[in-house]
């Protein structure tokens, strides 16, 4: 079935410093990938997707690409800031359903 | 535009009891589902509904359960709860037509089973 492999956490950053979350997936076919953020006692919001290979979807200045070679979709950002403080999720839509990593919690440090 | 609203925010229930959950999906929406994400992991998929139907079931027992009402309304339903059901619930809606936009979540039901 399918799955996502998420880079395990906590992660803490100083502010200002670059950001990569890894994530890899199984699936059959051609998934189209996402990354959700969760603030603290919030709901899931969407951050960015991609819908095929080599895409590239961005928001907010964090950008991922979808690499079919290596299954991939790792989130970066360039500069972080305290605000980007939360737990993120990535995952896959396959057969009408969404398939989650286990999350990563972020925290940037002032 | 409102988003997804789910109610009750909070719940607390005894081991053993009923518990309904509601969802009202965003405007123009017509397909919910729910999710069930445990403390400190991902969600996980409990079901689909479309067209007051369940279109897709992930791996959770019989016990859960759901409907949609023709205003595209939801309810998840779970009976004999168990310590275990201990967790976030989660609203999804979407227009099925144009799923590749992805799926617009609610803030959730925090349930707690004692």
């Known amino acids: 079935g399918d799955s996502v492999t998420q880079m395990e956490g906590p992660v803490t950053l100083s502010e200002e410093a670059f950001l990569t979350i890894n994530c890899t997936y199984t699936?059959?076919?051609?998934?189209?990938l996402f990354w959700y953020v969760q603030y603290p006692g919030e709901g899931l919001q969407l951050l960015l997707k991609?819908?095929?290979?080599?895409d590239k979807g961005s928001n907010k200045g964090f950008e991922a690409t979808y690499r079919k070679e290596t299954t991939s979709f790792h989130l970066e950002k360039g500069s972080v800031q305290v605000s980007d403080s939360a737990v993120y999720f990535c995952?896959?839509?396959?057969?009408?359903?969404?398939?989650f990593g286990t999350g990563t919690r972020l925290t940037i440090i002032p | 535009d409102a988003g997804v609203t789910q109610s009750p925010t909070h719940l607390i229930k005894t081991r053993g009891q009923q518990v309904t959950l509601r969802c009202s999906p965003k405007?123009?929406?017509?397909?919910v589902s729910w999710y069930q994400q445990a403390l400190g992991q991902g969600p996980q998929f409990i079901f689909q509904?479309?067209?007051?139907?369940?279109?897709q079931r992930g791996n959770f027992p019989d016990r859960f359960s759901g409907h949609q009402f023709p205003n595209y309304s939801s309810e998840l339903n779970v009976n004999a709860l168990l310590l275990g059901d201990s967790a976030l619930y989660l609203c999804?809606?979407?227009?099925?037509?144009?799923?590749?936009?992805?799926?617009?979540f609610g803030s959730g039901t925090r349930l707690t089973v004692v």
């Open positions: 999804a809606s979407s227009l099925l037509v144009l799923r590749e936009r992805g799926y617009t």
């Open positions: 699936a059959t076919g051609y998934p189209s």
């Open positions: 991609a819908t095929k290979a080599d």
């Open positions: 995952a896959l839509k396959g057969n009408e359903k969404l398939t």
């Open positions: 405007s123009g929406h017509d397909t």
């Open positions: 509904y479309y067209e007051e139907e369940e279109r």
